[in-house]
């Protein structure tokens, strides 16, 4: 299930760069600063909770803080795979090139591994969409993808016919 929300909370970082965030409401998150402005984080409570924490460009972001030709591949959430339901879709691991118009349209090649199986030279044509906040939909919610900066993007799946959901990052 995809699901967006926001928090506030409070946050503590020890002389060794570790990190406690406590958000209101929900479970304590612990990590380790990499460097300045980043550091990765695991949830402590009883949900998968794992990332990282980078800073965000400033926004407000439109349909045209996305222009140009991005890198991008991804990796599965959990392995091994779940089987999928029937008459579901197997896991597909994607690499491939995205490239954005700035007017809200995508188009682009990729490759795919289906479960051992090499789709090769997919052609993607779709729309997008951007919030000002920085979130990216692509057609009918196929994709969404957060802009972190002119030149990267955080992707998500979000197929419901899709049992093992894929994260991954794409560059400029």
């Not at 000002?132 to 992707?155: A, Q």
């Amino acid at each position: 299930t995809l699901s967006s929300s926001s928090f506030t909370g409070t946050g503590t970082v020890d002389s060794s760069g570790r990190l406690t965030l406590t958000p209101q409401g929900a479970s304590e998150m612990v990590g380790y600063l990499r460097k300045a402005n980043q550091a990765f984080i695991l949830g402590t409570g009883m949900d998968v909770a794992a990332g990282v924490f980078e800073p965000q460009s400033s926004g407000p972001f439109s349909i045209s803080s996305l222009n140009g030709t991005f890198s991008f591949g991804t990796q599965p959430f959990a392995v091994p795979p779940v089987p999928p339901p029937l008459g579901g879709l197997t896991a597909s691991l994607p690499v491939g090139i995205f490239t954005f118009d700035g007017n809200g349209n995508l188009s682009g090649t990729k490759d795919s591994n289906q479960l051992g199986a090499l789709e090769s030279d997919q052609k993607i044509s779709d729309t997008y969409s951007v919030s000002p906040e920085g979130r990216v939909t692509v057609g009918s919610n196929s994709l969404i993808l957060y802009i972190v900066s002119p030149t990267k993007v955080m992707i998500i799946s979000t197929s419901v016919r899709d049992p093992n959901p894929t994260r991954g990052f794409a560059w400029q």
